[in-house]
């Protein structure tokens, strides 16, 4: 597919901030199932800092915004074509060893509860335990917005029953290092169709590596392996650590979050432009 | 100090020393070290264990004498141990290939909490982590050396090793005309140096170093400023310094100034909010990505603390073997990992007479000395050991060398440990001396300052 993506996410402080600082993982990354056609990102009165690729694959980069400043807009617009890859992260350039990926966090950390979730999968082979352990988190938590909020844990998502596309993540990341096997946190974009099957714009989902394959998407919220509908943008051991963006502002009190985000199918605008 | 009954070769000349000294005279000058210490507000804990932040150390009066031939061996060992610790650390954050080797097992270090992913395929300036190396050293014989333990991250004690000679020389002068001792103040030249040859390879000019503590609260405080202000460098707090654009900068009076090597007193967690703890009201946002993009060096790198894991520590024969294709000149302490089935039932089997550790612990805390301990204290600590075996090691209880120590009755003989500072940049350095730390109960054998230890002035005598 080719996707379109215009996300805007702007911060307001009630009070004007001396300063801001921020550190973005918004650059989709480099594999077999993703090519950047265009990509801009624009931090509005920012300077751009420090810029590299770490070793996970992801590329970095810092910017500033000196103050007095009371809003700050990052604005990220591009275009991504994209493969259907089944998942596997094919072509992807990182050094950090899978193993490192097996260290729990707080959120990702299995309780006993998410041990017996994990435990009695059973599957012939390795990929085939990861969608059995997909599905099963899918199947204990069921997908409901508003109840879960940034900081709950995979334990705490499990014994409500319910929680968004973050939760099911690290829930998963959870059963898979119950069964030894190294797992992490992706964030990214996802294309809705019209038909309004898929949800959550900008999403997050499970990678779990099998040896001999490398690197697999799970999507335990859509039921799914990531495909040509999916932008990969960088990964972690938690949401916070695969957090696209990161930011700190100096002084500014009260800070208020507002996003809006459009990902559309590029090959049919044009279409829809002549019928208007 | 003794080898039979005579007196060895490199304390002679105090035996004059102490026998010219009548206790009245004896009790004047400790009066008077104490006082001196106190005046410059040097009391905080050795190495940061925590306690009473104003409760002044014991200082003892008789110095620790090495021969130049010992010293000479020690610091061939220890600045082995240093390349060696410094090799392991590019290699395991690049290609891991002590690992891949089957040398050490992957799992110690890739699941370590103080492996840092965020730095994996960096090579900081001059390939160097860690840049000021402790290395805690016991003595069991004349030619037997032990290491206790590595320390990679931010040493401290090394103001103690300062400001002892500083006051042994205030109050003896004769004894330094007398004896021909090598002197320990080039260290803060040589830590400048070594700071300045780590700045990034951007750096335009003169580096700018400065030295980042964690605050006038820290118990460490007194160090950071005097290293501070014997290298003529500044002393910052995080508030200090914000990044802007692709560096580092810091508030001064005449505006921003570049910053480009950053000696850290503050651990990893709190560096930098954006990569590590969130919370953190102590580092400067942004410095990580400023760092990793190579627009400043931070001493030590961040991540260095793997190296010092006392389960790594097991592995430095195997380093320097490794990485320098040479044997050892420092012994480790044999160590048993409880969290192997065999070393297990052995420390388990043998508990009253080993010294039994935490992996993570530090500061003589958490620690069992099994023949000093109560048949109870040693039965609570296998509940422990059994709960969570991964987390102890344990090692043989060592006949720790002692030296004559001043002693309400006189002179008498106390256990000491030694940590010098081995500076690593574009040269290794290590200025002859450290702090010896020292017990100051009869028989015991811990030296923390928690525990009621104390420390003294470490000679090394010229040829």
């Given at each position: 597919m080719r996707l379109k993506v215009d996300h805007v996410t702007r911060y307001v402080y009630d009070q004007p901030a001396r300063s801001v600082v921020q550190s973005h993982r918004l650059c989709p990354s480099v594999f077999a199932g993703q090519k950047l056609v265009e990509w801009d990102v624009t931090v509005s009165g920012g300077q751009k800092g420090?810029?590299?690729?770490?070793?996970?694959?992801?590329?970095?980069?810092?910017?500033?915004?000196?103050?007095?400043?009371?809003?700050?807009?990052?604005?990220?617009?591009?275009?991504?074509?994209?493969?259907?890859?089944?998942?596997?992260?094919?072509?992807?350039r990182e050094t950090v060893p899978p193993e490192a990926y097996l260290r729990a966090t707080v959120p990702t950390r299995a309780d006993t509860?998410?041990?017996?979730?994990?435990?009695?999968?059973?599957?012939?082979?390795?990929?085939?335990?990861?969608?059995?352990?997909?599905?099963?988190?899918?199947?204990?938590?069921?997908?409901?917005p508003g109840v879960t909020h940034a900081h709950t844990t995979a334990a705490e998502a499990l014994s409500l029953g319910v929680g968004v596309c973050q939760d099911h993540a690290h829930?998963?990341?959870?059963v898979a290092r119950v069964r030894g096997l190294p797992g992490r946190y992706v964030s990214g974009y996802l294309f809705s169709d019209?038909?309004?099957?898929?949800?959550?714009?900008?999403?997050?989902?499970?990678?779990?590596?099998?040896?001999?394959?490398g690197w697999v998407g799970f999507d335990p919220a859509n039921r799914c392996c990531p495909d040509a509908r999916y932008i990969r943008l960088g990964s972690g051991f938690d949401a916070q650590d695969a957090a696209p963006i990161r930011g700190v502002a100096r002084g500014g009190g009260q800070e208020d979050l507002d996003v809006t985000l459009a990902i559309l199918d590029d090959a049919q605008t044009p279409t829809q432009r002549q019928n208007q | 100090m003794y080898q039979g009954t005579s007196v060895r070769p490199p304390y002679a000349r105090l035996e004059d020393w102490v026998a010219a000294m009548p206790q009245e005279l004896r009790h004047l000058k400790q009066a008077e070290a104490e006082a001196l210490f106190r005046r410059i507000g040097i009391t905080f804990a050795v190495y940061g264990e925590g306690g009473d932040p104003d409760r002044l150390i014991p200082f003892d009066m008789f110095p620790r004498v090495f021969a130049a031939r010992e010293w000479a061996k020690l610091e061939k060992g220890i600045k082995q141990r240093a390349r060696a610790?410094?090799?392991?650390?590019?290699?395991?954050?690049?290609?891991?290939?002590?690992?891949?080797?089957?040398?050490?097992?992957?799992?110690?270090?890739y699941q370590n909490e103080a492996y840092?992913?965020?730095?994996?395929?960096?090579?900081?300036?001059?390939?160097?982590?860690?840049?000021?190396?402790?290395?805690?050293?016991?003595?069991?014989?004349?030619?037997?050396?032990?290491?206790?333990e590595d320390n990679c991250r931010t040493p401290s004690g090394v103001s103690y090793m300062l400001e002892s000679r500083e006051i042994m020389m205030r109050m003896f002068p004769g004894l330094f005309r007398e004896n021909r001792i090598e002197p320990v103040d080039g260290y803060s030249e040589k830590l400048r140096r070594t700071l300045e040859s780590v700045a990034p390879k951007q750096c335009p000019g003169d580096p700018t170093v400065v030295i980042l503590t964690?605050?006038?609260?820290?118990?460490?405080?007194?160090?950071?400023?005097?290293?501070?202000?014997?290298?003529?460098?500044?002393?910052?707090?995080?508030?200090?310094?914000?990044?802007?654009?692709?560096?580092?900068?810091?508030?001064?009076?005449?505006?921003?100034?570049?910053?480009?090597?950053?000696?850290?007193?503050?651990?990893?967690?709190?560096?930098?909010?954006?990569?590590?703890?969130?919370?953190?009201?102590?580092?400067?946002p942004g410095l990580m990505d400023v760092y990793r993009a190579g627009g400043v060096s931070i001493c030590s790198a961040p991540g260095a603390g793997v190296a010092d894991d006392k389960a790594v520590y097991c592995h430095v024969p195997e380093m320097i073997r490794f990485y320098l294709g040479e044997e050892p000149i420092l012994q480790n302490v044999p160590t048993w990992q409880c969290g192997k089935a065999d070393d297990l039932r052995y420390v388990l089997d043998q508990l009253p007479d080993l010294v039994v550790k935490e992996v993570h612990g530090s500061g003589g805390y958490g620690m069992l000395v099994g023949p000093k301990a109560s048949r109870e204290e040693?039965?609570?600590?296998?509940?422990?050991?059994?709960?969570?075996?991964?987390?102890?090691?344990?090692?043989?209880?060592?006949?720790?060398?002692?030296?004559?120590?001043?002693?309400?009755?006189?002179?008498?003989?106390?256990?000491?440990?030694?940590?010098?500072?081995?500076?690593?940049?574009?040269?290794?350095?290590?200025?002859?001396?450290?702090?010896?730390?020292?017990?100051?109960?009869?028989?015991?054998l811990v030296v923390n300052s928690s525990q009621g230890g104390g420390v003294k002035d470490t000679w090394v005598l010229a040829e």
């Amino acid at each position: 597919m080719r996707l379109k993506v215009d996300h805007v996410t702007r911060y307001v402080y009630d009070q004007p901030a001396r300063s801001v600082v921020q550190s973005h993982r918004l650059c989709p990354s480099v594999f077999a199932g993703q090519k950047l056609v265009e990509w801009d990102v624009t931090v509005s009165g920012g300077q751009k800092g420090a810029s590299f690729r770490d070793a996970a694959g992801d590329l970095v980069q810092g910017w500033t915004v000196a103050g007095p400043v009371s809003e700050v807009t990052v604005r990220v617009q591009g275009v991504v074509e994209t493969d259907d890859l089944s998942g596997v992260l094919r072509g992807h350039r990182e050094t950090v060893p899978p193993e490192a990926y097996l260290r729990a966090t707080v959120p990702t950390r299995a309780d006993t509860a998410l041990h017996a979730l994990a435990q009695p999968v059973e599957a012939e082979d390795t990929l085939a335990l990861d969608h059995a352990l997909s599905k099963a988190v899918a199947d204990a938590i069921a997908y409901q917005p508003g109840v879960t909020h940034a900081h709950t844990t995979a334990a705490e998502a499990l014994s409500l029953g319910v929680g968004v596309c973050q939760d099911h993540a690290h829930a998963l990341i959870a059963v898979a290092r119950v069964r030894g096997l190294p797992g992490r946190y992706v964030s990214g974009y996802l294309f809705s169709d019209a038909s309004g099957a898929a949800h959550e714009a900008a999403h997050a989902w499970a990678e779990i590596y099998i040896a001999g394959l490398g690197w697999v998407g799970f999507d335990p919220a859509n039921r799914c392996c990531p495909d040509a509908r999916y932008i990969r943008l960088g990964s972690g051991f938690d949401a916070q650590d695969a957090a696209p963006i990161r930011g700190v502002a100096r002084g500014g009190g009260q800070e208020d979050l507002d996003v809006t985000l459009a990902i559309l199918d590029d090959a049919q605008t044009p279409t829809q432009r002549q019928n208007q | 100090m003794y080898q039979g009954t005579s007196v060895r070769p490199p304390y002679a000349r105090l035996e004059d020393w102490v026998a010219a000294m009548p206790q009245e005279l004896r009790h004047l000058k400790q009066a008077e070290a104490e006082a001196l210490f106190r005046r410059i507000g040097i009391t905080f804990a050795v190495y940061g264990e925590g306690g009473d932040p104003d409760r002044l150390i014991p200082f003892d009066m008789f110095p620790r004498v090495f021969a130049a031939r010992e010293w000479a061996k020690l610091e061939k060992g220890i600045k082995q141990r240093a390349r060696a610790l410094n090799a392991f650390l590019v290699d395991i954050y690049g290609r891991g290939e002590i690992i891949r080797a089957g040398r050490v097992p992957s799992r110690l270090i890739y699941q370590n909490e103080a492996y840092e992913k965020a730095v994996a395929g960096i090579v900081p300036a001059k390939g160097v982590y860690a840049h000021i190396v402790g290395v805690d050293i016991v003595r069991t014989g004349p030619e037997e050396f032990f290491v206790l333990e590595d320390n990679c991250r931010t040493p401290s004690g090394v103001s103690y090793m300062l400001e002892s000679r500083e006051i042994m020389m205030r109050m003896f002068p004769g004894l330094f005309r007398e004896n021909r001792i090598e002197p320990v103040d080039g260290y803060s030249e040589k830590l400048r140096r070594t700071l300045e040859s780590v700045a990034p390879k951007q750096c335009p000019g003169d580096p700018t170093v400065v030295i980042l503590t964690p605050g006038h609260f820290n118990s460490a405080y007194y160090e950071h400023s005097l290293l501070a202000d014997l290298m003529g460098v500044e002393l910052v707090e995080g508030q200090d310094l914000f990044v802007e654009g692709a560096h580092v900068w810091m508030r001064t009076t005449e505006g921003p100034r570049r910053v480009d090597v950053i000696y850290r007193r503050l651990d990893d967690a709190y560096i930098d909010p954006l990569c590590f703890r969130r919370d953190s009201m102590l580092g400067i946002p942004g410095l990580m990505d400023v760092y990793r993009a190579g627009g400043v060096s931070i001493c030590s790198a961040p991540g260095a603390g793997v190296a010092d894991d006392k389960a790594v520590y097991c592995h430095v024969p195997e380093m320097i073997r490794f990485y320098l294709g040479e044997e050892p000149i420092l012994q480790n302490v044999p160590t048993w990992q409880c969290g192997k089935a065999d070393d297990l039932r052995y420390v388990l089997d043998q508990l009253p007479d080993l010294v039994v550790k935490e992996v993570h612990g530090s500061g003589g805390y958490g620690m069992l000395v099994g023949p000093k301990a109560s048949r109870e204290e040693v039965e609570r600590f296998r509940a422990k050991i059994v709960e969570d075996p991964g987390n102890y090691i344990a090692q043989p209880t060592l006949a720790l060398s002692s030296v004559p120590t001043f002693v309400e009755e006189g002179v008498a003989p106390r256990h000491v440990d030694l940590r010098p500072y081995c500076l690593v940049g574009e040269t290794i350095e290590l200025v002859p001396g450290g702090l010896t730390r020292v017990a100051l109960t009869e028989g015991s054998l811990v030296v923390n300052s928690s525990q009621g230890g104390g420390v003294k002035d470490t000679w090394v005598l010229a040829e």
